[in-house]
């Protein structure tokens, strides 16, 4: 397809609300996405630090340190 002008462009054939609208939800879908796994991340690494303190600390002195 060849547009005339810019304004040709982004009115898209006067299917511009159903395009820019799908890139518009398809980003926010993303950015959301993007949020949600950073969150997911974070709560990850803080529970299996917890979860390493409460290990670390019922093996008390029995911590093997590779001698033999």
Known sequence: MQWE???DFWAMGG???YVWGSYAVTA???LLELV???R???DTVRRLLRLRRATAGQ???RRSHGRT
Do not use: D, E, H, T
């Open 5 to 7: 002008s810019w304004s």
């Open 15 to 17: 299917a511009a609300p």
């Open 28 to 30: 926010v879908l993303i």
């Open 36 to 38: 949600l796994v950073l």
């Open 40 to 42: 997911r991340r974070k």
């Open 59 to 61: 093996a008390g002195g």
